[in-house]
């Protein structure tokens, strides 16, 4: 693979939550990486803010701390480190109070471009927002990142628009959301629009249906009180899988351009049907040896808070028409897995009935782990003894196939720190897209708490509860076994 890393143009990328877990675990260490590959420019700087009273030499010990712990031994190269460090500094500042807001206007640059990075609780991007344009900081050179979640309904969601929509226009905000980050979410697009192959069978005359899968070994340990009042739905659902479902499921825009791109993803989401309670499965983990149950990691023995949910979504639209999108995700299963199922139909008639079926194809489009694609193909079985067909997979990992020998694929959120900085919303929601998304979520959720549903309990290490398998049964198809590679 030829790597192309371009430097962006010189920044100073504010990171308000700077002393935070997201800011250790993957904006320092993206920073660093892009530093290590050579694309940030040597005048560039990180600011951290937070209300943590550091000072410069303070903050770059927590910063070392963070490169240590999350970025792999490979890439920490001592001088490098020392480099990166001297480019990032830190000013305490409270959102919520008036004091550092003049020594950071005095700090950052006028002629660098700016982006101020909201890695904070959604209840404190107002009061920035609202303080960057008080003391006259937020400038037309002036990028806003915030984090999910993005509301925790459609109301919220409008609240957090029109007070950013105070400060700042739609063109200077970028609302993450890491799953589109990933190389395969691009890959997608790719496959889709650039080969002639697979966009004719794109459609209801060839898909049987569509699997989209976000599982995780992990429970809520730790941050079970957020997550319960959040839930798989509102965590998961409506940002991580929704976008999926967008990008698998969208027309081709005219060009490959960010309001192009997203006014399709709008009008996959307005297609959506309302999901009836028949077609939506919630579940909770339960206690399994040592491990506590979902309730016990929540500490609320009433929690009725799913920690898995799948849903069998349809979409009206001549192309998608009678192809269900089954969505499932959920905590403590079996295995770490996101993809994308594609399952085409069975050919409509077999001439090898007496030698073996033929088996539909699929096209599978991996996240994680290992991103990549594959695509099962049924072949003759090599050697004598007649006709035996086989289904084999043409596998494409990113990596094996493109890599330089054993490097890593950048992390989501490298790509998208640069493209924040040279001005690319493409892999950004915009709000109206969020607000869609609320509106199509919203009224799931109500009606299963109007009915006061306690979600159907499953074993830890399982693919959730039974309920979700008979989701698809039901319908003579079933979900793609989380083991199966
Ligand atoms: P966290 O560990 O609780 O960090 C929060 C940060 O905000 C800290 O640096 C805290 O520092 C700062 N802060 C809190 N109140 C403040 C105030 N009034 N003024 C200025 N700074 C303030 O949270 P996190 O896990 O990093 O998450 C940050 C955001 O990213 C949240 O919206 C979260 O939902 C989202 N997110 C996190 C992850 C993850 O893996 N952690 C993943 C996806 C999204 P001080 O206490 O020093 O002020």
């Known amino acids: ?192 629009f650039a080969n002639v192959l697979f966009e004719p069978l794109w459609n209801e005359r060839y898909i049987d249906h569509v699997q989209i899968t976000v599982s995780e070994t992990v429970g809520v340990t730790g941050r079970g009180s957020y997550y319960d009042r959040s839930g798989a739905m509102r965590d998961m659902v409506q940002n991580h899988l929704m976008q999926l479902l967008c990008l698998t499921a969208m027309e081709p825009p005219n060009r490959y351009d960010a309001d192009m791109l997203r006014d399709e993803k709008l009008k996959v989401i307005r297609a959506l049907d309302p999901v009836s309670k028949e077609d939506v499965v919630r579940g909770q983990y339960k206690a399994s040896g040592e491990q506590p149950s979902y309730v016990q990691d929540a500490e609320n023995p009433d929690s009725r808070t799913e ?14 028409k009678h192809v269900p999108f089954y969505l499932r995700t959920g905590k403590r299963m079996s295995r770490r897995l996101s993809e994308i199922v594609i399952q085409f139909k069975e050919t409509s008639h077999s001439i090898f009935e007496r030698d073996g079926l033929s088996k539909a194809n699929s096209l599978t489009i991996r996240l994680q782990p290992d991103e990549g694609m594959d695509l099962s193909v049924t072949i003759k079985e090599p050697g004598p003894g007649g006709m035996r067909l086989v289904n084999v997979p043409l596998d494409m990992t990113f990596a094996d196939a493109l890599g330089p020998d054993g490097e890593e694929i950048p992390d989501a959120y490298e790509r998208l720190i640069m493209d924040v900085i040279r001005g690319n919303q493409t892999l950004f929601m915009r709000g109206d897209e969020v607000e869609a998304a609320w509106a199509w979520t919203d009224p799931i959720i109500e009606e299963w708490e109007a009915r006061g549903d306690r979600p159907a309990s499953y074993s830890q290490g399982t693919s959730g509860p039974e309920e979700a398998l008979a989701l698809m049964h039901r319908d003579n198809r079933r979900w793609r076994d989380l083991e199966e590679e």
């Open 307 to 320: 920690s898995f949910v799948a849903l069998k979504v349809g979409i009206s639209n001549w192309r998608w």
């Open 1 to 192: 693979m030829v790597s192309r890393t371009i430097p962006v143009d010189t920044f100073d990328l504010i990171l308000f939550g700077a002393t935070g877990d997201l800011a250790a675990r993957k904006i320092l260490p993206s920073l660093y990486r892009r530093f290590l590959a050579g694309q940030m420019p040597e005048d560039a700087r990180v600011i951290g803010a937070a209300r943590s009273e550091l000072d410069d030499e303070g903050f770059r010990e927590i910063v070392r701390d963070a490169l240590g712990e999350f970025v792999s031994p490979s890439k920490r190269d001592g001088d490098t480190i020392e480099k990166f460090l001297a480019q990032c500094s830190y000013i305490p500042i409270d959102a919520k109070e008036e004091a550092g807001w003049d020594a950071l206007k005095e700090r950052i640059r006028d002629d660098a471009i700016k982006a101020f990075y909201f890695s904070v609780g959604p209840s404190i991007f107002g009061p920035l927002a609202e303080r960057l344009r008080s003391h006259g900081i937020a400038g037309p050179k002036c990028r806003l990142v915030v984090e999910k979640p993005f509301g925790t309904d459609l109301e919220t969601a409008r609240k957090l628009n029109d007070n950013l929509a105070e400060s700042f226009d739609e063109a200077q905000i970028y609302r993450i959301d890491h799953f589109l980050g990933k190389e395969t979410v691009q890959n997608l697009m790719a496959v889709r």
